[in-house]
């Protein structure tokens, strides 16, 4: 499993408000207009500017806030592959995996936004392909990648009937 795609930075903290502000509650049932208003009040435009297959990098704590799974949903319904970050609030990890947004925990500061990444997901490495280095990372279990492979839990659990473990 590798992933490819654009750098986009944002520091630490990250609330599932400043990525589906709050006050648009009331689209959760319109995905397709809710993913227009991703990170608005951080980033203006960020919906527009996005590529499919791009990568969000994080700082701490990514994912604070409330439990929502409309966060990683919009992310990844955005086109976005994937978040690296060096730590998640846990809710936040548990849902993305769940919605099939694969999040690596990996601190990765040298990483600038629009740096074209490569992330090989089984293996645990990062390459930057701007920047011409490699980090490694703590690879997600097989579950995980299984989930992630599949596209989400519910997809994962319609095709095997339940978990191997």
């Known amino acids: 499993m590798i992933l490819k795609g654009k750098a986009w930075k944002f520091g630490d903290n990250i609330s599932t408000d400043h990525i589906i502000p709050g006050r648009f509650y009331h689209l959760r049932s319109n995905l397709e207009e809710l993913k227009k208003h991703l990170f608005e009040d951080i980033h203006q435009g960020f919906y527009e500017k996005v590529t499919k297959g791009d ?3 994080g700082g701490r704590n990514f994912g604070l806030g409330s439990s929502r799974e409309h966060a ?3 992310i990844k319904l955005a086109g976005i592959d994937a978040v690296v970050a060096p730590s998640f609030a846990r809710i936040f990890f548990r849902n993305a ?3 099939g947004l694969c999040a690596v925990i990996c601190d990765a ?3 600038e936004e629009g740096d074209e990444i490569e992330l090989h997901i089984e293996q ?3 390459k930057n392909l701007t920047k011409g280095f490699e980090k490694r990372f703590q690879p997600l279990p097989a579950i995980m990648r299984d989930i992630l492979k599949e596209g989400g839990l519910v997809q994962y659990i319609r095709k095997n009937g339940g978990f191997k473990v």
Do not use: C, T
Request: negative net charge.
């Open 72 to 74: 990683p949903l919009i």
């Open 124 to 126: 645990g490495v990062l």
């Open 97 to 99: 995996i769940n919605v």
């Open 55 to 57: 990568i969000i990098f």
């Open 109 to 111: 500061d040298e990483v």
